[in-house]
């Protein structure tokens, strides 16, 4: 059926900039506009109406859940069968471009514009949706909605976090309107798909057209407390501090040699991405250093490996520079494989477009893969333009690249909702 539509490339990319506008600032640095959502911000507010808006302005039926997801749905020739869902995300980290989750978001939403169009009524039920908070850049902890939906994160523990200056979920999702009323638990759907920016530049350096994803690398997330003792900068001899400064630099050099020392294979990644020196001033040795790390591999008992050498690193250099490390994991999730049904609908898909394609594992973490343990699930990677930079207002994948992936969703999800079964 779907093989002969095709969605509207131009309204696609028209629905993306106007979100894009939301939440939008100017990059002097990258000479481009970036855009700034953080989850339950007054302009992640702002983002959720607008696209509320275009999804009731499409016919569909929204709902919010208690921790602010948002489903949509279109009915089905036999609506009490289980729906396909499919979605991200619209919140985004400080330094955003206009495409990551948004694309997933408002691509499902031109499938569903595009079967309007043609007054085409699937057999089972659409939904698309978008999830709180996956970035995890505000509230620390990353697929926080779509955790919360399919069990993973117990509502209570989401409600409590908070971000750094004291905020509480809970209220800020008061706040902006959407605490919603529906229950959080999430009936597992017929199956999810996911388009999605690849946020890498493995697909643009092959000169492949879309990329077909068969899983998630497993994510760590940790939160380092170092504290020393603050002194004088320049009475207190060297060898007499406890300098967290010096341990938090010994830690991230140490992730680079983890890196490089093959001991984990040629898959591991790992970042600091955050240091926050107290008191901050430039004549006295800190007194405490908040740190972040971040480690990735693709096998699982791999990351727990390095997980266990960095302990032990730890322990090692707070004894050496006379401070106490705290470590507190803030986010972690094991490697996630796809189904291997829906993993082949993509590959066909594109085939069947005569869309050059490659399979891939994803190296960022996705609603999809908190969607994989209650359905089966997979997703669709669209290139990156720009070497695949994201998390950047350079960040872009071009109208016909969007189209590409959007256009293979199309297929994908309406094979899927003609499906038979429960």
Not at 233 to 250: C, F, H, K, N, Y
Not at 352 to 360: E, W
């Amino acid at each position: 059926m779907s093989s002969t539509l095709s969605i509207d490339g131009d309204r696609l990319y028209r629905s993306l900039e106007a979100l894009g506008r939301i939440g939008a600032y100017r990059d002097d640095d990258a000479g481009v506009d970036g855009v700034c959502r953080l989850a339950f911000s007054a302009a992640d507010g702002e983002g959720r109406r607008h696209v509320v808006a275009a999804m009731k302005a499409a016919g569909l039926s929204v709902t919010v859940d208690g921790i602010g997801n948002v489903y949509a749905r279109r009915a089905g020739r036999e609506d009490a069968l289980g729906p396909v869902m499919a979605g991200s995300h619209i919140d985004s980290v400080a330094t955003a471009g206009r495409f990551d989750g948004c694309l997933g978001v408002l691509g499902a939403l031109e499938v569903v514009r595009t079967l309007n169009d043609a007054g085409v009524i699937t057999r089972r039920p659409l939904v698309v949706a978008f999830f709180s908070e996956e970035e995890g850049a505000r509230f620390g902890t990353d697929m926080l909605g779509s955790a919360v939906a399919t069990g993973r994160v117990p509502l209570e523990r989401a409600y409590g976090l908070t971000d750094r200056d004291g905020a509480v979920v809970r209220d800020e999702l008061e706040a902006i309107g959407f605490l919603g009323d529906a229950p959080v638990e999430l009936p597992p759907p017929h199956a999810y798909v996911e388009c999605h920016i690849e946020q890498g530049p493995t697909l643009r350096a092959a000169g492949v057209d879309v990329g077909v994803v068969t899983g998630v690398q497993a994510i760590s997330w940790q939160e380092l407390t170092i504290v020393g003792k603050s002194a004088h900068a320049g009475t207190t001899p060297m060898e007499l501090r406890a300098d967290p400064g010096v341990a938090a630099s010994r830690v991230q050099l140490e992730l680079r040699a983890m890196v490089r020392s093959g001991r984990f294979g040629d898959a591991l990644r790992a970042t600091m991405g955050v240091t926050v020196f107290e008191p901050g001033l430039v004549n006295v040795v800190p007194n405490r250093v908040r740190a972040t790390v971040d480690l990735r591999h693709p096998d699982d008992a791999v990351l727990v490996r390095a997980e266990a050498e960095l302990r032990r690193f730890l322990d090692r250099v707070a004894l050496e520079e006379r401070v106490t490390i705290t470590a507190r994991q803030t986010a972690r999730t094991p490697d996630v494989a796809f189904a291997p049904a829906v993993i082949e609908r993509v590959a066909a898909a594109a085939t069947a477009r005569g869309l050059t394609h490659q399979r891939i594992v994803s190296g960022a973490g996705h609603d999809c893969q908190e969607m994989a343990r209650v359905c089966p699930a997979a997703m669709v990677f669209v290139p990156g333009e720009r070497d695949g930079i994201s998390h950047n207002p350079r960040e872009l994948s071009t109208l016909e690249q969007c189209e590409n992936g959007v256009n293979v969703l199309l297929d994908v999800l309406v094979g899927l909702a003609e499906e038979e079964g429960p």
